[in-house]
């Protein structure tokens, strides 16, 4: 931190804007990543949104490969090119690949780098979170193509349905990769979700408001919050299937008072939102590209918008629309039947709303929309075939047969690959500040439209006659062979057009003519820079006085590029941008950014060696591995923050704002709130867990049900609260210009006590290993115990803030953090105990399923 007085600072900020080169070479030597080794440390919006995109794609490459692979085995009946063991490990690779590290990584890597680009920002509201994400990608993916490559490759399916993935059936590491490396990989899904969320609604350009922001922000805020709470589910499932498999708690084993059914409604709660967590992106890169191209605005704004809400939440109302033949009552078959169908109005909405927009202007026709007549025509086949899907009867007929694989296929690639092979060629120019060559575009695209329907259309066809899925073979009685071969001829087909998409970006790249900016015409902020962009993206913010798809890119960029918004000059080595009202875009605070740093791949190394312990099954080493990851977390926040007071700093335009660590609701702050919304649905799906099995599954009540002892329950109970209350105190000490320090100690205190005591109740735990029940009790007081611990941490975290210097009534944001925590865990885990003993009391009644 510099010792000049924040008086210094205000004086030199309120200077005239500086000679628009020099600005622009003061803040690249800011924000520029040195080469070299350094590019490790990058934290920057752009370079990682890149790395994403570029490491999706290559997965996407893996993902088709296995695919051809698929397709070769099926060609024909009775096919020896791989056995049953390589197949199964084949088919789950492909889905496992497609899902978790080619389509939502794509989608991170977009918006991480359009988002503050759109948004009138220099970056996103949390780099280093953003690069762990992408280490955590990394890592996790890469365990599980090492997994692939030595032959122990998970091969259950990418669904890893229970008892099939459990260790009676699959002994060795094969379904252990599959639980550790996609848990992995799903830390960088909820960071970014935490990042998209709070970016969109903290981080924006001044007069921004919600009502004005471009309909692109609007997809990744809905699809984020969507990931947040969807993605939870599938994170406990996969943790309490290792716990089966490492240590035989048997929450899927019906002999011992599991459901093999509660991994299906645990899976497909994630499983279903995540279609539509792959669509919102794709759709909303649509709604981007086609007002450009008909050259008229997005009709029915607000109705899009409206209908995306509509879409996120029925897609949390749907997961049963793959549970149809388990069994499920005539009652809720209908509700999920009549939601399935349902959905299909937002998704018309939107579909009507692009037509209404094409014929309401004068559409011109380039490559991109190709693609996007691609689209059209195959998303609405996918549409139509699942609507005959969410048909019970049809259901019946048609579920694990070759007609899903093909409805699937055209969702899934008619739903993003299309579009995003459109904004590929769309904002291509903005990643190269080339234009493209277009010289093999139109054959590229032919091949994969015609290879595609050539390859899954006959699904459709041999689903009907009845060939079940992922099978490696069938017989020569069922006369499926031409279909086949098809398929495959078909798929060989659409390959050829992939490799000349390929070919075609790197003419471009290589090729390309140079221009400035805004070769479209469009009328989006992302246009309003120099291309390929700098890594400020913006000399100057905007202030926004229009909807955010009717700006002037071209004056506005000239006018930024200048230094005449806000932010137009660096002051005392900051990486500056500024934080506004959530709902009325009103600037109202200067968000001080990290600078570029190796902490985060560190971070990404140790999370990696955890989960690497933990699949040789060396428990105490992972042991240690968190506690260093914990550390590495820790030592993130350093030295942030400030050691005096800063008060109201100038920001441009007459306006002034205060640091974020001396503001009321900054993006940190948002961001432990969203992490507590996160971890609240983890929590619920235990709870939910732990009923569906005392209604459905057999062999209850137990012998010996877990009963919590009263007195620790109580005295747990009292710490819990006493940490609450002690971190509120402290809180209001701060801000009477008081010591926090007894305070924090107590709550520091009374969160560990509370911890301790969780433990040993779960300890007291009577043979989890001989009934679901006792397993769940045992994972749940874990799990409070945990978050306990965690409560501690943080105020002891709080009290050497304090202790550094960092806290005073003006910048008490960490102990508002702390707050925010303090008060979940004391009710998160009263509820929790609370629940303990009601499951208790329902085992002694028996299950509702025995």
């Given at each position: 931190m510099s010792r000049e007085t924040p008086q210094d600072r205000q004086g030199a900020a309120a200077a005239p804007p500086a000679n628009p080169i020099r600005l622009h070479r003061e803040l690249a030597a800011l924000w520029d990543t040195p080469a070299g080794w350094q590019q490790l440390g990058a934290v920057n919006h752009t370079i990682l949104g890149k790395r994403f995109i570029l490491a999706a794609f290559f997965f996407f490459g893996v993902g088709g490969l296995l695919a051809m692979l698929i397709r070769v085995q099926l060609a024909t009946s009775g096919t020896a090119f791989v056995g049953p063991e390589i197949y199964g490990q084949l088919f789950t690779m492909h889905g496992t690949v497609m899902m978790f590290l080619f389509a939502i990584p794509m989608f991170e890597g977009f918006a991480i780098y359009l988002l503050p680009k759109l948004l009138g920002a220099r970056d996103l509201a949390f780099p280093r979170l953003t690069a762990y994400g992408f280490?955590?990608?990394?890592?996790?993916?890469?365990?599980?193509?090492?997994?692939?490559?030595?032959?122990?490759a998970p091969d259950s399916g990418w669904f890893m349905y229970t008892p099939l993935s459990s260790s009676t059936y699959t002994p060795g590491i094969n379904a252990d990769v599959w639980l550790l490396g996609i848990t992995f990989v799903e830390i960088s899904a909820l960071s970014a979700a935490v990042e998209i969320t709070v970016s969109v609604l903290k981080v924006r350009a001044p007069g921004m408001s919600l009502a004005r922001m471009p309909i692109m922000a609007w997809y990744l805020l809905i699809t984020a919050l969507m990931m947040l709470f969807g993605f939870p589910p599938l994170i406990l499932g996969s943790i309490l299937l290792e716990l089966e498999r490492a240590a035989d708690l048997p929450f899927f084993d019906p002999t011992?008072?599991?459901d093999s059914l509660l991994w299906q409604h645990l899976f497909w709660l994630f499983g279903h939102p995540e279609v539509y967590i792959i669509f919102l992106p794709a759709a909303g890169a649509i709604s981007m590209m086609i007002p450009t191209f008909a050259r008229h605005e997005l009709v029915g704004y607000r109705a899009v918008i409206v209908a995306v809400i509509a879409m996120a939440f029925l897609s949390f109302g749907l997961w049963v629309h793959h549970m149809f033949t388990v069994g499920i009552p005539h009652l809720a078959l209908a509700f999920f039947s009549a939601a399935s169908g349902l959905v299909a109005i937002p998704t018309a909405v939107q579909i009507f709303a692009?037509?209404?927009?094409?014929?309401?202007?004068?559409?011109?026709?380039?490559?991109?929309m190709l693609y996007l007549g691609g689209f059209f025509f195959i998303f609405v086949v996918g549409g139509l075939t699942g609507v005959m899907l969410a048909m019970v009867p049809f259901n019946w007929q048609a579920h694990d047969t070759h007609f899903v694989v093909a409805h699937l296929h055209y969702v899934l690639v008619g739903g993003f690959v299309f579009p995003m092979?459109?904004?590929?060629?769309y904002w291509l120019p903005h990643f190269t500040g080339r234009l493209a060559e277009h010289r093999v575009s139109k054959p590229a695209f032919w091949l994969i439209f015609l290879g595609f329907n050539l390859t899954f259309f006959h699904m459709h066809l041999t689903g009907l006659r009845g060939m079940p899925r992922r099978i490696d073979t069938y017989p020569v009685e069922a006369r499926l062979d031409w279909l086949n071969l098809l398929s495959s001829v078909g798929s060989f087909v659409m390959t050829i057009g992939f490799a000349l998409f390929v070919a075609d970006l790197v003419v471009h790249m290589r090729f390309g003519r140079r221009f400035r900016r805004n070769p479209w015409a469009a009328r989006t902020l992302e246009w309003a820079m120099p291309t390929p962009t700098t890594s400020y993206a913006f000399a100057s913010l905007p202030h926004i006085t229009e909807r955010g798809d009717r700006l002037a890119p071209d004056a506005e960029g000239a006018r930024l590029a200048a230094g005449r918004g806000y932010l137009g000059f660096t002051r005392n080595g900051w990486m500056e941008t500024l934080g506004v009202d959530m709902v009325g875009g009103r600037p109202d605070q200067l968000i001080v950014l990290p600078r570029q740093t190796f902490l985060p791949l560190?971070?990404?190394?140790?999370?990696?060696?955890?989960?690497?312990?933990?699949?040789a099954k060396v428990?105490?080493?992972?042991?240690?591995?968190?506690?260093?990851?914990?550390?590495?977390?820790?030592?993130?926040?350093g030295a942030t923050g400030a050691r005096q007071d800063m008060g109201a700093l100038p920001i441009g335009n007459g306006a002034s704002a205060r640091p974020h660590w001396e503001t009321e609701g900054p993006p940190s702050w948002w961001a432990m709130v969203m992490t507590c919304a996160a971890e609240a649905t983890l929590f619920s799906s235990l709870l939910f867990g732990g009923l569906f099995l005392w209604l459905v599954a057999p062999q209850w009540p137990p012998a010996r049900p877990a009963l919590p002892d009263p007195l620790l329950a109580g005295a747990c109970a009292v710490l819990l609260v006493l940490a609450a209350f002690a971190g509120r105190g402290g809180l209001?000490?701060?801000?009477?210009?008081?010591?926090?320090?007894?305070?924090?100690?107590?709550?520091?205190?009374?969160?560990g006590g509370a911890a301790l005591l969780f433990a040993l109740m779960a300890a007291s735990v009577p043979v989890p290993t001989a009934h679901a029940h006792n397993a769940t009790a045992l994972v749940l007081l874990s799990l409070c115990g945990l978050r306990a611990g965690f409560g501690a941490l943080l105020a002891a975290y709080g009290l050497w803030r304090w202790q550094a210097g960092f806290l005073s009534a003006a910048r008490s944001l960490d102990l508002r953090i702390g707050r925010v925590w303090h008060d979940y865990a004391a009710a998160t885990g009263l509820v929790g105990l609370g629940a303990a003993f009601v499951f208790?009391?329902?085992a002694t009644t028996g299950g509702a399923g025995s």
């Open positions: 280490w955590c990608y990394i890592f996790g993916a890469s365990i599980l193509l090492c997994a692939m490559i030595a032959g122990v011992r008072g599991g692009w037509i209404a927009t094409l014929a309401a202007g004068r559409p011109r026709f380039d490559v991109p092979m459109a904004a590929t060629y560190w971070s990404g190394l140790l999370t990696a060696a955890m989960v690497l312990c933990l699949l428990y105490w080493l992972a042991l240690f591995a968190f506690l260093a990851v914990v550390v590495s977390l820790l030592a993130w926040t209001a000490a701060l801000l009477g210009q008081r010591s926090p320090a007894l305070r924090l100690g107590v709550c520091a205190g009374a969160h208790a009391w329902l």
